[in-house]
């Protein structure tokens, strides 16, 4: 008689899963990853307040040039031409309109040109300082007898963003106003 065989029973094999893990250098490399991540955002973020910054200072000396004109333009003629009145009451020593120093006027140095138009014979030069004093640099001697002026004004500074000398100007002619 046979016997019985025992049917063999392959046993299923018993997978133990594998323990996951990061190594050290593994978390090292995450961690430089996000650091030079945040340090970029954190420059981006740097360079667009310096821009900022930069407009700003454009903004001011364009208002400042602006300022001044309007000023100038609305003297009497006489009052223009005479070198003490713009001395003493446009350009006095740490003017704004406000008569307060602004940050900006602490960095510029402006420049006001005033001389007889089409042919000059001297100008009249007025130059402030980042200080805030005013020298007259030159004075023309027949601004008295001239029908039109030629005024110069221009604001000079160094820029913050990459420290570039900068200079915004603009020139105006003026007549006295008299009718032929």
Do not use: H
């Not at 009451?89 to 007889?116: C, G, H, W």
């Amino acid at each position: 008689m046979a016997l019985p065989t025992r049917k063999r029973v392959n046993p299923v094999p018993v997978y133990t899963k594998p323990e996951r893990a990061l190594t050290l250098v593994e978390v090292m490399v995450a961690t430089m990853l996000v650091a030079i991540f945040f340090a970029s955002i954190f420059e981006l973020n740097a360079l667009c307040l310096r821009y900022m910054d930069s407009s700003k200072e454009s903004l001011a000396a364009l208002q400042s040039v602006q300022d001044r004109a309007e000023v100038l333009r609305n003297l009497a003629f006489s009052d223009l031409t005479t070198t003490s009145f713009v001395r003493d009451n446009v350009m006095p020593a740490n003017y704004t309109p406000d008569q307060t120093p602004t940050l900006f006027s602490k960095k510029a140095t402006e420049v006001v040109k005033i001389k007889q138009y089409p042919t000059a014979n001297g100008v009249t030069q007025f130059t402030r300082l980042p200080n805030g004093t005013v020298t007259t640099d030159s004075v023309a001697t027949n601004l008295g007898l001239a029908q039109l002026v030629k005024v110069d004004i221009s604001v000079s500074w160094t820029m913050t963003l990459g420290r570039r000398a900068r200079t915004e100007q603009t020139s105006s002619i003026v007549s006295n106003g008299t009718k032929k």
